[in-house]
């Protein structure tokens, strides 16, 4: 099944309940420039409001591109009306297109869906690394030196959560939402858990240790 990740600025009409259509999964993820990325596993699609409360539209869709994380995002600015001027200074700023608001769930999924396959996917290609140390995304590979490392789902997805975090310390509670194990709820120390298999996958393969434990706070991918 192919996945697509939705970004919301704001709050969407409908409700964010994942829709699932043939082969076609649609998560949503309601996000702020203040807030960290989820950890975004299909390709990535971005609703952006032309007005927000703490920047403009056009402002956040520049801090997008300017993101390895999201630079290759599908970026939809939401206008407040059908303004010519408006759309020009979207489309100029790196929106890939727009629509009129209110956005609601059903205009969201039309637009979505009605993009082909092929361009889908573009965004949920691509490799992610930190020196020597990579994660296929596409092939669900984790590789050291090229050489592959052998790992679980939830460590695989950690790892790749700390290669695109680098020097952000991370609480228990934060990495267990950011890899969307809210629900049911998890005893936060199963994190500890994935932890030590990660690292003892690593040593193993010879990249060492870049994961630090920080006292009373969490843990940090340390860059070398």
């Avoid at 409360?53 to 009306?81: K, Q, W």
Wanted: glycine fraction near 8%; hydrophobic fraction near 45%; charged fraction near 25%.
């Amino acid at each position: 099944m192919r996945r697509i990740d939705i970004l919301l600025a704001s709050e969407l009409q409908g409700g964010l309940a994942s829709f699932r259509h043939d082969d076609i999964e649609v998560v949503f993820h309601r996000w702020t420039s203040q807030s960290e990325l989820p950890l975004l596993d299909g390709a990535l699609w971005v609703f952006i409001d032309w007005v927000l409360p703490d920047m403009s539209g056009l402002e956040l869709c520049r801090r997008l591109r300017a993101d390895a994380l999201t630079a290759h995002a599908h970026v939809t600015m939401v206008l407040e009306e059908d303004n010519v001027e408006d759309r020009k200074r979207a489309l100029r700023m790196g929106a890939d297109d727009y629509v009129t608001g209110p956005l609601t769930r059903n205009v969201l999924l039309d637009r979505v869906l009605g993009v082909s396959p092929v361009e889908q996917d573009v965004a949920g290609t691509r490799v992610v690394g930190q020196g020597e140390l990579t994660v296929d995304v596409s092939a669900f590979q984790a590789r050291w030196q090229g050489r592959p490392i052998a790992l679980m789902p939830n460590e695989l997805r950690l790892l790749r959560y700390f290669i695109e975090h680098p020097g952000r310390v991370f609480s228990r509670a934060q990495l267990i939402a950011a890899l969307g194990k809210q629900e049911p709820a998890l005893d936060e120390r199963t994190v500890d858990v994935w932890v030590g298999r990660l690292r003892r996958a690593l040593r193993g393969a010879g990249a060492g240790n870049p994961l630090r434990t920080v006292r009373s706070l969490g843990y940090v991918f340390d860059i070398a």
